[in-house]
């Protein structure tokens, strides 16, 4: 096993570059280095002009994605090791304009999350006094894994239709949504079929695949956006036979 390794990584520094180029950096190979690991180091003794998004380094924030060779990866869960001898090349995700360096401007990604009401929508609280609202295991496994996404949009930038269209409303989205649309507490489907039944939503949706085959927590948003699909068309069918339905 080699004990150093070059990573390219992107730099952008908009007040000094027109365009992002990369620079190489000779870091430990250890074993137990994660990329972001390689990232710290130059930032702490090589470069301390690299910038970069992380928090938690466990997996769970989502805010260290980056393109690993060509790949959306985690940088907290990807060894520095798997791609020695090297060089490996780290880069910002796609499909999202870059701030600086391996930042990109999520604005757009916030503003879809929050297009889909993903949080719990009652008609009507119950009193307090009445106690909670409960579930069973059978129930909480309807939604279990779409609430793992992490928001960390490797899914974004692996999809080649948001790369196309940017009005596309997005993988992470759409799985997001169908949590809370699957979950028995929650009233809220109507709201948010207002949102996903249009072009942009599911519908816009290819079925490549990709933003199920680079999540880090298999959610499997592809299997959302179809599961969707086919409840927005049954319900469809249904408000045109049975219009009272929603009244």
């Given at each position: 096993?080699?004990?150093?390794?070059?990573?390219?990584?992107?730099?952008?520094?908009?007040?000094?570059?027109?365009?992002?180029?990369?620079?190489?950096?000779?870091?430990?190979?250890?074993?137990?280095?994660?990329?972001?690991?390689?990232?710290?180091?130059?930032?702490?003794?090589?470069?301390?002009?690299?910038?970069?998004?992380?928090?938690?380094?466990?997996?769970?924030?989502?805010?260290?994605?980056?393109?690993?060779?060509?790949?959306?990866?985690?940088?907290?869960?990807?060894?520095?090791?798997?791609?020695?001898?090297?060089?490996?090349?780290?880069?910002?995700?796609?499909?999202?304009?870059?701030?600086?360096?391996?930042?990109?401007?999520?604005?757009?990604?916030?503003?879809?999350?929050?297009?889909?009401?993903?949080?719990?929508?009652?008609?009507a609280e119950k009193p307090l006094a009445e106690?909670?609202?409960?579930?069973?295991?059978?129930?909480?496994?309807?939604?279990?894994?779409?609430?793992?996404?992490?928001?960390?949009?490797?899914?974004?930038?692996?999809?080649?239709?948001?790369?196309?269209?940017?009005?596309?409303?997005?993988?992470?989205?759409?799985?997001?949504?169908?949590?809370?649309?699957?979950?028995?507490?929650?009233?809220?489907?109507?709201?948010?079929?207002?949102?996903?039944?249009?072009?942009?939503?599911?519908?816009?949706?290819?079925?490549?695949?990709?933003c199920t085959k680079v999540c880090p927590k298999?959610?499997?948003?592809?299997?959302?956006?179809?599961?969707?699909?086919?409840?927005?068309?049954?319900?469809?069918?249904?408000?045109?036979?049975?219009?009272?339905?929603?009244?």
């Amino acid at each position: 096993m080699v004990d150093r390794i070059t990573v390219e990584v992107a730099r952008y520094r908009p007040e000094k570059e027109a365009e992002p180029s990369f620079q190489a950096y000779e870091v430990p190979c250890r074993k137990d280095w994660v990329i972001l690991d390689g990232l710290n180091h130059i930032k702490d003794h090589l470069d301390g002009t690299l910038s970069y998004r992380w928090s938690c380094r466990m997996g769970v924030c989502g805010s260290c994605g980056m393109t690993v060779n060509g790949e959306p990866k985690l940088t907290c869960a990807t060894f520095l090791a798997d791609y020695a001898p090297g060089p490996l090349r780290v880069e910002p995700l796609r499909n999202f304009p870059i701030i600086r360096d391996v930042i990109v401007d999520i604005d757009d990604f916030m503003q879809k999350l929050s297009a889909v009401k993903p949080w719990l929508i009652r008609d009507a609280e119950k009193p307090l006094a009445e106690g909670e609202y409960r579930q069973t295991p059978a129930q909480l496994d309807e939604y279990k894994q779409f609430s793992m996404c992490i928001n960390c949009m490797l899914c974004y930038s692996a999809c080649p239709v948001y790369g196309l269209d940017p009005e596309f409303i997005g993988p992470a989205a759409i799985a997001l949504a169908q949590r809370y649309n699957l979950d028995s507490r929650d009233q809220g489907a109507r709201q948010r079929d207002e949102v996903l039944s249009k072009h942009e939503g599911i519908w816009s949706c290819t079925f490549v695949g990709e933003c199920t085959k680079v999540c880090p927590k298999h959610v499997d948003p592809a299997g959302a956006i179809q599961r969707y699909k086919l409840s927005s068309a049954m319900g469809s069918v249904k408000d045109f036979l049975m219009p009272w339905r929603g009244k």
